[in-house]
């Protein structure tokens, strides 16, 4: 070999070897944008317990799971869940220790407003909710605060719920209480947690409280009653207390990203994405508002030939498509999975009618992707930020706030299931950023263990494991959670860090 030739593939190796551990740093120190915020998130139902207590009255989920136990999968309930209405403390002492900026909760309506109306504002209920605030601020954690996560009043739900249109008045009634008591404080509001599962799975299946399966009417008439509360809330808020209260509005909507099975099926998935995700989206942050045009015509093509006098999808007014254009400060996302989606060629058979029959599309999830606790919730890194595209060129790229992303496992403290999966979404979600995706901060679901819903205490999605044998509810830290505390500290993402888990401290310096 000449000596040029052999500098030449010196050369090479050395650049070779560069761009190695370029890569490498890459794998192994990811650094988060200036100013990422880190938080993790619970629902009330699921943690705080206390259900009767101190004037609560009764929600749809106490209801459930007090007339029909065999429902929940352990027969459990939220009656005690996490004790977070008396171990408050207990929980800011973990947000401490993980090092958050904020963190999101939700107000119980029930706890609150009694008679589900603002007649009678229950000031244990009041309190409670204070003392969770001044506590986080006390050492600077902001409050990210759902004003509905699935507990409504038991009362109203009577009255038909999200069916019946007075419930946008009643609902934006409870959320002016919210705002008069607590926004002083609250600079992150979320208006609806999970439009799509609220309707779907509550009104239109068996899956939620109230448990309706009045399939294909219900769930549509859930969505539109849904989507006007939202955008009136919104607007009391940017009118009224806006100016003075100075915070942020804004709505989460969950969606797993689905894949078309092969090339052919883009049309199908296209039709489930705005089925799913779009039903909720893009009345809000597309630039023409309204349901999308393919649900609008397919479900009226459908209730055509199902012969009904109109379509089962109810149509908003113009006035209400303004309002609703536009009304989210943020698009607060909620993701889990994966699936992989094909046409119905009359291999499965859905009721009639049905949201899934309208749409006309199967969904799955091969068996050799990664498994968690929870069925249909694989470990699918690359859909997160394929989701995250989508939402960019769709939505022309709106900022953007994870409200929710998490794993369940079984007990165990030792979690590297969930450990893996934070890491594979994160760096998914830094792609996306690299890529131009406007995300502003992540919410790990959830701090600790917690009730969860239909499947009880039978899988976990906590940073911290809960012993539900102990009447205090002992809350440990898991693997994931020191984990997840190093990337706070640092504001980057090692692959490779090794936590020592034998002590938890709290970084006073924060
Ligand atoms: C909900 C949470 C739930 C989590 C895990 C989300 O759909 O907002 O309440 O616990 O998923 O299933």
Redesign the pocket.
Known sequence: MTNVRLLILLVALITISECKKLEEVKQTARKFPDGFLFGTAT?SY?VEGAWNVDGKSESIWDYLTHTNPEAVKDMSNGDIADNSYYQYKRDVEMMRELGLDYYRFSLSWPRILPTSFPDYINPAGIEYYNNLIDEMLKYNIQPMVTLF?WDMPQKLQEMGGWNNPHIVDWYTDFAKVAFEMFGDRVKYWITM??PY?ICHHGYGNVNLAPMLNLTGVAEYLCAKNLLVAHAKAYHLYDKMYRPSQKGKLFITI?SPWFEPENEGETETARDIMQFDLGQFAHPIFSKNGDFPEVMKDKVAAKSKAQGYQRSRLPEFTAEEIEMLRGSSDFFGL?H?STHLVHRNNGDTVYAQPSNYDDMNVVTYQPSDWVASA?DRNKVVPWGFYKLLMWIKEEYDNPPVIIT?N?YSSLPGLDDIGRVDYYRGYLNAMLDAIEDGVDVRAYTA?SLMDNF??LQGYTVR?GLYEVDYEDPERKRTPRKSAFVFKEMVRTRSLDNNYEPDTTEMTIDEDK
């Open positions: 629902a699921q996560h947690n999970e599962e969950q909620n889990y929870t929710e998490g679901w969860e819903w999605f």
